[in-house]
């Protein structure tokens, strides 16, 4: 039987032998089974939940119960990992929203801490425990004297050794992906959004580039990557920035020069697809594959959700379209809120729009937000008797969709 687990006001974690783990969605609290569970993965965190009392089922009383004494705990999942229930909790009158994270359930399992998740993705690119920080450390001086002038190094080097990006890291260990970021402004308000959050009391996780880099730099710094690993990606459409869409012309001329070089490695853009016509462009200049970030498919929590300015849901689509028309590789990151990715409702409708859009693959992210502020500023009302599972919701679709890649990374050729 999995135990609760609670962390005391000094941050010491403690097991409830006599209790039930449980796990919560849309604010449903529920009793979990030991299928539901995975050992904690390498690399993930244990946070204390401020202001929040933890939950569990006491099989003795046949109830749930609350503890008064404790905080609530819950688990910050290693990338490659989706999460199937949040952490179960009850707020405090005044608890504040939690910082931009995603919150698995967690408990005590065989002696170890178990969490509830799914693997979605073998790869080891975000492994921290291969990411040796001297390394990044010693290239990051190395490279900075070999381009000079180049801005977007010391960027990257910011990123990676201050915020810990994965992605910024690899490019300086010569390794998986590399990030070109390019663009200070966005055309969404993405309530999550880890690079601007001027209005709200949630921290940015990472501040915005504040330049938009020549062609000639962006090229430079790709051209290094894909010269140095085996399978490379570049990608522009980083967390440290906005939409890459809106700097349309930099990045078309900075693509053109890396293709002028070498035909080697995937061009790919993380992006909200906001514009078709600029996504034509681009591909017109030899990008290879996208990245459509979508919270749903359907365009009321989607418009929740992202906020857009001057472009709306049916242009994602649009751009969607266009991306397969020019034989793109086409993904959606899809940003998983155990509760609602997996209703019937939102079900329902991501699969018909995985079979008309000739999606090529998901990428199932966990969304970093307050679990339970999700479902009251989206204004979602589920039913909390039709939630078909996170994991039943991934093994039906590669059933219906066998040629569709379930994942969590950018894929290379
Ligand atoms: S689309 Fe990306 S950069 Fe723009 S607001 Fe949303 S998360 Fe932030």
């Known amino acids: 039987m999995p135990q609760p687990l609670a962390c005391g006001r000094n941050g010491r974690i403690f097991n409830f032998p006599r209790l039930e783990a449980v796990g919560m ?3 449903r609290i529920l009793r979990l089974k030991a299928s539901d569970l995975i050992r904690l993965p390498p690399g993930s965190e244990i946070f204390v939940l401020p202001r929040r009392l933890p939950v569990a089922y006491d099989p003795a009383a046949k109830n749930f119960i609350q503890d008064n004494k404790h905080f609530a705990a819950a ?16 707020e405090m009158a005044i608890s504040r929203a939690l910082p931009l994270f995603s919150y698995a359930a967690c408990s005590f399992y ?11 993705d073998k790869s080891l690119c975000h492994d921290s425990r291969f990411m040796d920080m001297r390394l990044v450390r ?19 080097e910011n990123c990676a050794l201050s915020y810990g990006c994965p992605n910024a890291k690899n490019f300086f260990l010569s ?50 990557h894909i010269e140095n690993v085996e399978k490379p990606v570049v990608s522009f459409g980083q967390g440290c920035e906005g939409e890459p869409l809106l700097c349309v012309d930099t990045i078309k001329n900075a693509i053109k020069l890396i293709r002028a070089r070498t035909s080697k490695g ?68 899809y940003l998983t809120m155990p509760g609602f990715t997996d209703s019937e409702d ?33 204004k979602i009302s589920v039913d909390t008797s039709k939630m078909l599972g996170v994991k039943e919701v991934i093994s039906y679709l590669q059933k219906e969709f066998p040629y569709l890649k379930m994942g969590y990374f950018n894929v290379s050729k």
């Open 110 to 120: 065989k002696g170890e801490i178990y969490v509830t998740a799914v693997r979605v």
């Open 266 to 333: 995937v061009i790919n853009m993380n992006t909200n697809g906001s514009d078709a016509g600029a996504i034509s462009k681009i591909f017109d200049a030899g990008l290879d594959s996208i990245r459509v970030s979508l919270n749903s498919a359907r365009e009321i929590y989607y418009k929740r959700y992202y906020k857009p300015r001057g472009y709306s849901f049916k242009d994602v689509l649009k751009s969607i379209n266009t991306a397969k028309k020019r034989r793109g590789f086409v993904s959606i990151n």
């Open 25 to 27: 969605k849309a604010g």
């Open 175 to 224: 390794k998986y992906e590399a990030p070109l970021p390019t663009s200070p402004a966005c055309n969404a308000q993405c309530l999550g959004c880890i690079s601007y959050q001027p209005k709200t009391n949630r921290r940015a996780a990472q501040p915005r580039i504040e330049f938009i880099p020549t062609p000639e730099e962006i090229a430079e710094i790709a051209l290094f």
């Open 75 to 90: 688990a910050f999942l290693s990338p490659g990992y989706t999460v199937t229930y949040n952490g179960a909790y009850k």
């Open 138 to 156: 010693k290239n990051a001086a190395g490279l900075k004297k070999l381009f000079t002038k180049n801005r977007l190094v010391r960027h990257l």
């Open 346 to 378: 939102e079900f329902a409708v991501f699969k018909k729009f995985v079979a008309k859009n000739k999606i090529d693959m998901i990428q199932w992210r966990n969304l970093n937000y307050d679990p339970l502020r999700y479902f009251e500023e989206l």
